[in-house]
């Protein structure tokens, strides 16, 4: 957004729901894409006469619960295996 400064991204890594233990779909980067939907806010603020710049952020991943498998066990308990839990983080931060 322009006027504020904020910056949004979101991507959505595609899990195969086949798989118990889904592998990234591009095994040869060096980076693992992270499956689900995820969106990371960064919005700068003022740094009041200080030098540097402080920035508040959110990341939020995992929003649609992608990749939850349910496995139920031999005495009739349910789990949940999961490869990357849904998590909501926020922050403020400071570079000098």
Same mark, same amino acid.
């Given at each position: 957004? @322009? ?7 979101? !991507?959505? %890594?595609?899990?195969? @729901?086949?798989?118990?233990? @889904? ?7 060096t980076i693992a894409a992270l499956p689900g939907l995820?969106? &990371?806010?960064?919005?700068? &603020? @003022? ?5 540097? =710049?402080f920035e508040l952020t959110a990341d939020l991943r995992?929003? &649609?619960?992608? %990749? ?6 031999? !005495? %009739?308990?349910?789990?949940l295996i999961v490869e990357s839990p849904r998590a909501? =983080?926020? %922050? &403020?931060?400071?570079?000098?």
């Open positions: 957004i @322009p006027h504020t400064g904020t910056r949004i991204s979101a !991507d959505y %890594g595609w899990i195969d @729901p086949q798989t118990l233990i @889904p592998l990234h779909v591009f095994t040869t980067q995820n969106v &990371l806010v960064r919005q700068p &603020l @003022p740094s009041f006469g200080m030098p540097g =710049r995992n929003m &649609l619960a992608d %990749g939850y498998t349910p496995v139920n066990t031999p !005495d %009739g308990h349910r789990m909501i =983080r926020g %922050g &403020l931060k400071f570079t000098f």
